[in-house]
């Protein structure tokens, strides 16, 4: 696969899928590990009792989500206007079991892998790293596609295990 074939795909996310990858998130980077029981069981109380309610409220509000990636960024296709996120705000990729989690400065995109094709993981990837400030040059290819202010992308919800990609196109 060309590494700079741009690609798309749509997602329609599940509650189970949504509050799985909260709690991979938060037990991987907020609870320390020597209060892990408790911190474990507070965070599951939380999540089974406020997820579900903002689970409905955004996907009502945002829909079924198309995106659209290449070397530059992606564009997210919801309910609301399309909202494009350059890799150079893409602050950190976090892999979870069935999904990533793009980092951003004041939200998260998932993604789920089971809306991926082989290789597309890996492209994502090295578009992200390709963008990091460090000690080689950043290539042209991460620069923003327009002038326009880049504004965050709030996360669409996210999938569950063992279903069949198929049934969220």
């Known amino acids: 696969m060309d590494p700079a074939t741009s690609f798309q795909f749509e997602v329609r996310y599940r509650p189970g899928e949504y509050l799985a990858l ?10 320390p590990a020597e209060r ?10 939380m999540l089974s009792t406020f997820v579900l309610g903002l689970f409905a409220w955004k996907s009502f509000r945002v829909g079924r989500c198309r995106f659209e990636m290449d070397a530059h960024g992606f ?4 309910r609301g206007r399309p909202q494009a996120v350059s890799w150079t705000t ?10 990533m989690l793009m980092e951003l400065s004041e939200s998260g995109v998932p993604i789920p892998y ?46 569950v295990p063992g279903h069949d990609p198929a049934d969220n196109r």
């Open 75 to 78: 564009i997210r296709h919801s």
């Open 90 to 99: 893409v602050k950190k990729l976090h892999w979870y079991q069935h999904a």
């Open 114 to 159: 089971r809306v991926l094709e082989p290789g597309q993981r890996e492209r994502i990837a090295a578009w992200v790293a390709d963008c990091r400030p460090g000690p080689r040059p950043v290539s042209a290819s991460c620069q923003p596609a327009s002038s326009e202010p880049q504004r965050p992308v709030s996360g669409c919800p996210d999938p």
């Open 36 to 45: 892990r029981w408790w911190n474990r069981l507070f965070v599951n109380l």
């Open 22 to 31: 909260l709690r991979a998130h938060i037990y991987s980077t907020a609870m």
